[in-house]
Structure formats: structure tokens, C-alpha cells
């Protein structure tokens, strides 16, 4: 069992920076792919990207590859998705979800195990 909870959600203005914590308690997460997923209102849920199991690679969804990075420190339990140069199309709440040591890194939702309960982001224009 993976417990998550996302933090560092909020406000930011167009242009600006964020970064959104994952910190995970239970088992410990260094046998688990480690996603990131955003919804916004009236869409469905939307893969951002993830980090492998063992933090070698990243995925990001095209619509944030070079403006979002992910970063896991198993010791500490933790892993964030730092998000620069936002824009308001960025704006849903925030997810973090842990796969159970994938051969690959998964894309679709269905996929991850454990969910954190989300955290809101919202981007001003």
C-alpha cells in the first residue's frame, strides 16, 4: 500500500512557475513508476508525465516538453513536478499516481495503482 498527497498547488499568473510535491508514506516508492495526471473541468483525465521506477528516464505529454520536469527522492519519499512557464490551458487540478514496477512507463490512468486526492492549479492570462 502507497499512500499520496500531493501539495503546492495554487495561483500562479501566466508565464510564472510552480512546483506541485508528492510525498508518499506506506511502502516505499522505489519499485514504482511515478505519474503525474491533471483534469480539468468537463475533460477527461489527462496524462502529464511520469518518471521510471528507477528516476533513469522521463515522459511528458507534448503539450509541456520543455516546460515540466519530474524529480524523485526515494529517501525521501518524494517527487516533484516542477512547472515553468505556465499557461492558463494549464489550469485542472493535479494528480500524482504510483505504478507498481512497470516495464514500461505507463500513459493511460488506468494503469497506476495509487492516487493522491489532487491539488488545484490554476493560471491567470
Known amino acids: 500500500q502507497v499512500l499520496l498527497l500531493e501539495s503546492g498547488g495554487g495561483s500562479v499568473p501566466a508565464g510564472g512557475s510552480l512546483t506541485l510535491s508528492c510525498a508518499a508514506s506506506?511502502?516505499?516508492?522505489?519499485?514504482?513508476?511515478m505519474g503525474w495526471f491533471r483534469q480539468a473541468p468537463g475533460k477527461e483525465r489527462e496524462f502529464v508525465g511520469a518518471?521510471?521506477?528507477?528516476?533513469?528516464?522521463?515522459t511528458f505529454t507534448d503539450s509541456v516538453k520543455g516546460r515540466f520536469f519530474i524529480s524523485r527522492d526515494n529517501a525521501k519519499s518524494l517527487v516533484n513536478l516542477h512547472m515553468n512557464t505556465l499557461k492558463p490551458e494549464d489550469t485542472a487540478v493535479y494528480y500524482c499516481?504510483?505504478?507498481?514496477?512497470?516495464?514500461?512507463?505507463?500513459?493511460?490512468?488506468?494503469?497506476?495503482?495509487?492516487w493522491g486526492p489532487g491539488t488545484p492549479v490554476t493560471v491567470s492570462s
Open positions: 506506506g511502502q516505499s516508492i522505489g519499485s514504482y513508476a
Open positions: 499516481a504510483a505504478d507498481f514496477y512497470p516495464l514500461s512507463v505507463k500513459t493511460e490512468a488506468s494503469e497506476y495503482e495509487y
Open positions: 518518471i521510471s521506477w528507477n528516476g533513469r528516464s522521463t
